[in-house]
């Protein structure tokens, strides 16, 4: 650690458990994303790389497993942007009282849920028209 | 030095700050964008994916979600980098890694939009 003056730690801040929680989770959904950007990447490499190079990644990229993982994608990007819009909405300087902050981080909880539902749905009825 | 350097309050200090913003902000329609399009695709074949990614508009905002995708996760990352690993040397280290493989996932996806979309994939 540098011996320069610090800003405070953490422990002087009273944070309450919902701003802690809806904070790290934002971090963790974010750094998911980065994992799927990764994926996204791989899949793209893929396809540039023709017929049989994806038919390869096809076959990784549908095992059971997979679906788990996508699953988990759709619920951090979804969370991340809805908790994101939080953050911009505070950036303009809105919304910053208690009271409104509370009941935006379960506003933020019931949408990214109810988003999650809603891509899971849109990516489950378009798997039953790939054969 | 570090007011010579630019780096007191508001000056490169606030770079980080603002470009996370302009990343965020834009990638609120190019996610939405992204799955919506990708969703309404009828199978995920190669033909129909290459098919998709030749379209001028789609083949433009792909390499445009890749990029500025690429840029807000290595902001982002370097963030909780820069908060849980405190060691000098490591977190150098992971810094460096982490922005060049930033670096490398964003040319690759460039890469693979254009070599279909200019019909150069095999």
């Keep these: 650690m540098p011996t320069r003056p610090l800003s405070p730690h953490l422990s002087v801040y009273q944070m309450s458990r919902y701003t802690l929680a809806t904070s790290i989770f934002n971090r963790l959904t974010g750094l998911a994303l980065s994992a799927g950007l990764l994926l996204l990447v791989y899949w793209l490499m893929a396809v540039a790389s023709g017929a049989a190079a994806h038919a390869r990644a096809a076959r990784l990229l549908s095992l059971p497993l997979m679906k788990l993982v996508y699953l988990a994608l759709i619920l951090a990007f979804s969370y991340h942007l809805v908790a994101g819009i939080r953050h911009l909405v505070w950036d303009s300087g809105h919304a910053l009282e208690r009271t409104q902050s509370r009941r935006s981080a379960w506003l933020v909880v019931v949408l990214s849920l109810i988003l999650t539902f809603g891509i899971a749905c849109g990516a489950w009825l378009a798997g039953i028209r790939t054969p | ?122």
């Design chain 2, 1 to 122: 030095m570090g007011r010579v350097l630019g780096l007191g309050a508001a000056k490169e200090g606030v770079h980080h700050w603002w470009t996370q913003r302009l990343t965020s902000v834009a990638l609120v329609p190019l996610t939405i964008w992204f799955v919506v399009s990708l969703l309404a695709l009828p199978v995920l074949d190669h033909a129909t994916v290459c098919a998709w990614m030749r379209q001028t508009w789609t083949a433009l905002l792909l390499i445009i979600f890749v990029v500025v995708a690429a840029w807000h996760s290595q902001l982002g990352v370097r963030v909780v980098i820069e908060d849980y690993v405190h060691a000098l040397a490591p977190r150098t280290l992971t810094l460096l890694l982490v922005t060049f493989a930033h670096v490398a996932v964003a040319v690759a996806g460039v890469f693979a939009v254009l070599r279909v979309a200019l019909g150069a994939a095999p």
